[in-house]
């Protein structure tokens, strides 16, 4: 009875790795934004089968420890690359709230299929650290704060290696996957193709596991300033002290003042009109006599005497200059220079 599950579950595997692989396929080629329902209903189809697949490898026992990969099919051995297909289906998700656990998630997820990678040998690569987020959140790395140059430049340069074996692969995969898809490839063919699909999807899992981690520092460091920006809030929030006033300087203000010019209670306007209503105004309250008559003639007078006096003046100055005139007619320039003519 047992024998006989097997044999129908055995067909239904195949099926279910090649239909996540297509959904995933689309959702990676999909002009729509990743956030809309089509793209993630993929999403989430793809990775409840990935699921399944995951379970009826455990129930068939497909992969050990102990064997080699020249002792796996070589059509067993795309199920290999069912952790990485994971973890890219877990970076398609749109959730704000829930991104920090997509990425540990995903992160998980590729970095099982990299140690499943390094236990077969599938190809020479150095496993990305384990994340302590205690020790970051505590202490802050010293080789982030002074990167070291040769350390950069050979991360630069392997990601360089990285990007051409990347290309390389691409290329010859697309050359046998026909081949293979149709049936038509041998088995050294087949072996090829689905040896250089985990080795693609080898340099895939280390790029994303990079790019996850540095996403992962930004969303801690903005969750931390959050955190900080709250508690300031809380403090602010604080009802104000009520102000206290000392006796002493209140009596000093009273006797010698406050200290700073006295602020403007009125305009000039107001102080004119408050002032002409009471008739203290310096023309105001003075009666109009004849003494102040004869003052106004006397001061006519005087403007008259004087503007007469400057009319003769203008006169006199005006006689001397005609006469001035008349005299440097009569009398040439030098006239009466005679000391120094030899």
């Not at 008739?279 to 007469?308: W, Y």
Request: glycine share 4%; aromatic share 6%; hydrophobic share 30%.
């Amino acid at each position: 009875m047992a024998a006989s599950e097997e044999e129908l579950e055995l067909p239904r595997l195949p099926e279910l790795f090649e239909t996540s692989q297509q959904l995933l396929d689309q959702v990676e080629t999909a002009t729509e934004p990743s956030g809309s329902r089509t793209v993630q209903d993929k999403v989430f189809k793809g990775l409840d089968l990935l699921g399944k697949v995951t379970e009826m490898l455990t129930q068939l026992d497909l992969f050990s420890q102990n064997e080699d990969l020249e002792e796996i099919a070589s059509t067993d051995l795309k199920y290999l690359m069912v952790p990485a297909l994971q973890g890219a289906l877990t970076m398609k998700q749109v959730n704000p709230s829930k991104r920090l656990e997509h990425l540990q998630r995903a992160r998980q997820h590729f970095m099982n299929y990299l140690t499943q990678c390094q236990n077969y040998h599938v190809s020479e690569f150095q496993l990305p650290k384990i994340r302590d987020n205690s020790a970051e959140n505590n202490t802050a790395n010293s080789s982030m704060a002074y990167p070291n140059l040769v350390a950069m430049a050979s991360q630069r340069q392997a990601k360089i290696e990285r990007y051409r074996q990347k290309k390389e692969m691409e290329n010859r995969l697309s050359a046998l996957k026909s081949a293979v898809e149709s049936g038509q490839a041998d088995e050294v063919c087949v072996r090829e193709y689905y040896l250089l699909a985990l080795r693609r999807w080898i340099g895939i899992s280390l790029e994303e596991i990079e790019s996850i981690d540095q996403e992962i520092k930004i969303l801690s460091e903005k969750d931390s300033s959050k955190q900080a920006s709250t508690s300031n809030a809380s403090l602010r929030e604080r009802p104000p002290m009520k102000p206290f006033v000392l006796t002493r300087n209140v009596t000093q203000a009273k006797v010698f003042g406050a200290g700073y010019p006295s602020l403007a209670t009125m305009t000039v306007n107001d102080w004119y009109e408050q002032h002409q209503k009471h008739g203290e105004l310096p023309d105001q309250g003075i009666a109009k006599t004849p003494a102040s008559a004869d003052f106004k003639r006397a001061a006519q007078q005087q403007e008259d005497k004087e503007q007469k006096e400057e009319e003769e003046d203008d006169e006199n100055t005006l006689r001397r200059a005609r006469e001035w005139d008349d005299w440097k007619d009569t009398h040439p320039r030098g006239y009466g220079n005679r000391q120094n003519m030899g």
